[in-house]
């Protein structure tokens, strides 16, 4: 399915218009999190009733049309996989009760990003993960984006899995622009919907590269998920790059980006900086974690406001339009 290149109603310059009351976010790594527009929330009490509880909130949440709450868990991995996937299913019935529609975790998150950790994950005991962790969603009745090895006859990847509220996956894309040895790259890029909204996804080291992001939005993308563990806090000279990267893929489409990264471990400074963030389709940062905390930012997203402009823009140059096209052709469209 072709996108409507002509359509450009909405002005992309309108979206850089910034919200009054917004906080510059402190650029050091002594600032900790920034809470601009969103909420922190620690993690609630569990209950094997939960998806009864949220039905009620769910439903109200779903007649806002054009409106998505979600959480991002800034989530520390263990190498153990049962462990790790029993904190997911926490997690996702914690957000759930607090109103989150999608639940997004950071790279690698059910195993854990070493090399060690995915080694001892076995095809059969990721199968199993998997269905634990479909099964949490379809109790909570929500949706969550996790971060996994894939093993295949063809290779092993570095994937980010969709899961719907009927326990089903209905996205497993693989990492395209790798910055580890292990896995083999990914093939595709792709949107799918969430509660009738379009989304897609990257990982990590392909937030570099912005045609994995604006070919999405110009297939109808409005919400990127950004799961990663970046690189630790020892190597600081990359930490404010990777905000303005991120910040800038959501500016320059426009596009609403949901973030998971991995926290630091306070301990022997090892794992990644934290620093998950919720980003407005402006390029200004809704909510930040904080650098060492294991934690939960959420929002409430409004695609409502015009997403995608300025792509459609580029578009629109006559000399560059049959290559956007033909870029745009290589999205896959999930129908769920």
């Known amino acids: 399915?072709?996108?409507?290149?002509?359509?450009?109603?909405?002005?992309?310059?309108?979206?850089?218009?910034?919200?009054?009351?917004?906080?510059?976010?402190?650029?050091?790594?002594?600032?900790?999190?920034?809470?601009?527009?969103?909420?922190k929330l620690s993690m609630a009490s569990t209950s094997n009733d939960s998806s009864k509880?949220?039905?009620?909130?769910?439903?109200?949440?779903?007649q806002q049309a054009g409106k998505l709450n979600v959480a991002a868990v800034q989530f520390r991995s263990t190498d153990n996989l049962s462990d790790n996937v029993k904190r997911h299913c926490d997690y996702i019935r914690s957000c759930a009760k607090n109103g989150a529609r999608v639940v997004i975790f950071p790279e690698c998150?059910?195993?854990g990003y070493s090399k060690e950790a995915i080694d001892k994950a076995t095809p059969a005991l990721l199968t199993e993960a998997e269905a634990t962790i479909g099964a949490a969603c379809k109790e909570a009745n929500v949706y969550a984006i996790v971060g996994s090895p894939t093993?295949?006859?063809?290779?092993?990847?570095?994937?980010?899995?969709?899961?719907?509220?009927?326990?089903?996956?209905i996205e497993r894309y693989h990492k395209v622009q790798l910055a580890e040895s292990w896995p083999k790259p990914g093939d595709h890029m792709s949107v799918f919907p969430i509660d009738g909204v379009w989304c897609s996804i990257i990982i990590c080291h392909d937030e570099r590269y912005p045609e994995l992001v604006r070919l999405p939005v110009l297939a109808g993308a409005k919400i990127v998920f950004y799961i990663s563990s970046e690189s630790g806090i020892k190597e600081e000279r990359k930490i404010a790059p990777y905000r303005a990267q991120i910040m800038a893929r959501a500016a320059e489409s426009p596009?609403?980006?949901a973030h998971a990264n991995a926290p630091c471990n306070a301990?022997?400074?090892?794992?990644?900086h934290g620093q998950s963030r919720l980003i407005d389709s402006d390029g200004?940062?809704?909510t930040e974690a904080s650098i060492f905390d294991e934690e939960v930012i959420s929002t409430t997203f409004d695609v409502t406001k015009g997403t995608g402009g300025l792509a459609?823009?580029?578009?629109?140059?006559?000399?560059?339009?049959?290559?956007?096209?033909?870029?745009?052709?290589?999205?896959?469209?999930?129908?769920?």
């Open 267 to 272: 301990k022997d400074l090892s794992g990644s």
């Open 255 to 257: 596009v609403y980006i």
């Open 312 to 336: 459609r823009r580029s578009a629109q140059c006559e000399f560059l339009k049959k290559w956007w096209e033909d870029g745009v052709a290589l999205v896959r469209r999930i129908e769920g």
């Open 109 to 111: 998150s059910m195993t």
């Open 151 to 169: 093993k295949t006859d063809t290779g092993l990847f570095n994937s980010a899995l969709v899961f719907t509220p009927e326990a089903k996956i």
């Open 284 to 286: 200004n940062i809704i």
């Open 53 to 62: 509880q949220n039905k009620t909130q769910v439903e109200k949440q779903s």
């Open 1 to 39: 399915m072709q996108p409507d290149f002509a359509r450009l109603s909405e002005d992309g310059n309108a979206m850089a218009k910034t919200i009054s009351r917004r906080k510059l976010i402190q650029m050091g790594l002594g600032a900790g999190s920034a809470l601009l527009m969103g909420e």
